[in-house]
């Protein structure tokens, strides 16, 4: 089997709630999008979609992703989409970092590697670890009487976990986690993601006057160095994800007690490969996931559940199904939330069939 085309589509994803806001006051209206459509030789396809969380999270964005597959795509046309280790290897060489740029490839060759076996991807990634996975709600940043409301709405539709978005006015953030604590239910799961937000005097303030909560600290200053200092002057269960962002700084992680939980995002960390071996890792030193992406639709969704589905559930801390926040449908066959949970088909690959008239016409065409 060889690599004869690779198609590239951008997609439009406005979001049901009109905008979604988080630290230092970004926020994304409409999500930008890419699918990538790899075609064989013998006529099977592998699809995978990767959507930056803006430009100002991570070190990616939207347009980047499609100059990265324009540099990438020469160097995988003709190859063998199965022997994945070796594309991966192909495109570290023919590019230094961007592994956002990298992933959707990765995802699509796993996504061909399930279709040629007839498997699902999650037996790939080590089989079925559990029937469905948790699912947690971001809760956009906004007033802290809002936030309060819009959990109780969703707590209603099945979560039982929360990601509360501060990182903004630490005396507002403060408001916020409280307002938000005092609506649910002793067992529901609260974290108070800053989004590397907070000045480190700022998250100090914060965890200070949180202590007697139960609650999750997240990701509350821009700097690993800044993040330990914080988690050594809280008692408050510390979630790492920013700065985890390949398995080296994860061992350093490891090593230096740096986190209770860590976020794994699929395209941050360069695809289902880098993943897998990230998940297996945390599994082995007993580090609990949030498994996710930066965003993204229906592609993105069937990716997160596949990886999820494959982990232990005392391992999966939760998972997202960022399908259920937009108004695009851009897949048939995507995880669906149910009581706040969702699966991974068992279908070959991801199980996901792209709707090409969601899809438009490709943006780029390599052969």
């Known amino acids: 089997m060889k690599i004869s085309k690779i198609n590239v589509y951008q997609v439009d994803l406005p979001l049901k709630e009109g905008r979604y806001s988080w630290s230092n006051g970004n926020f994304v209206e409409v999500f930008d999008s ?33 100059a990265g597959l324009a540099e990438l795509v020469p160097h995988l046309i003709g190859q063998d989409p199965l022997n994945i280790g070796h594309i991966n ?8 970092g961007h592994p956002y740029a990298k992933a959707p490839i990765d995802i699509a060759c796993w996504d061909l590697l399930g279709k040629a076996t007839g498997l699902p991807v999650f037996t790939l990634l080590g089989g079925a670890a559990q ?27 099945g979560y039982t976990k929360f990601q509360l978005k501060v990182g903004g006015d630490a005396n507002e953030d403060i408001e916020r986690i409280h307002a938000t604590r005092s609506v649910l239910k002793p067992t529901d799961i609260l974290v108070a993601d800053a989004n590397t937000g907070w000045t480190r005097h700022e998250a100090a303030r914060v965890v200070g006057a949180i202590a007697s909560l139960d609650v999750y600290v997240e990701q509350p200053c821009l700097t690993y160095e800044e993040c330990v200092s914080i988690r050594r002057r809280t008692t408050l269960p ?18 230096e007690d740096a986190m209770d939980v ?13 993943a897998k071996l990230m998940r297996d890792l945390c599994v082995q030193h ?50 669906q939330r149910v009581n706040g949970r969702m699966t991974a ?23």
């Open 238 to 255: 510390f979630i790492m994800d920013e700065v985890i962002d390949t398995p080296n700084t994860l061992v350093r992680g490891i090593a």
């Open 345 to 367: 088909a068992d279908r070959p690959g991801l199980g996901v069939t792209p709707i090409y008239d969601a899809l438009g016409a490709p943006v780029a065409s390599y052969s």
């Open 131 to 157: 029937d469905d996975v948790v699912l947690y709600r971001a809760i956009s940043q906004e007033a802290p009487e809002r936030m309060a409301k819009k959990i109780e709405l969703y707590a209603a539709q």
């Open 89 to 96: 290897r192909l495109m570290d060489a023919a590019l230094r």
């Open 34 to 66: 890419t699918v990538v459509e790899i075609i064989t030789d013998d006529g099977l396809i592998g699809v995978a979609e990767c959507c930056p969380l803006g430009s100002a999270y991570l070190p990616s964005f939207a347009l980047g992703v499609r």
């Open 286 to 335: 007993g580090i609990p996931m949030t498994i996710e992406d930066t965003w993204g639709g229906d592609i993105t969704t069937a990716a997160i559940a596949h990886l999820a589905r494959s982990t232990p559930s005392e391992f999966t801390f939760s998972a997202t199904d960022f399908n259920s926040y937009g108004t695009v449908d851009i897949a048939e066959g995507a995880p």
């Open 262 to 274: 860590i976020n794994l995002k699929i395209s941050k960390v360069g695809g289902l490969t880098k």
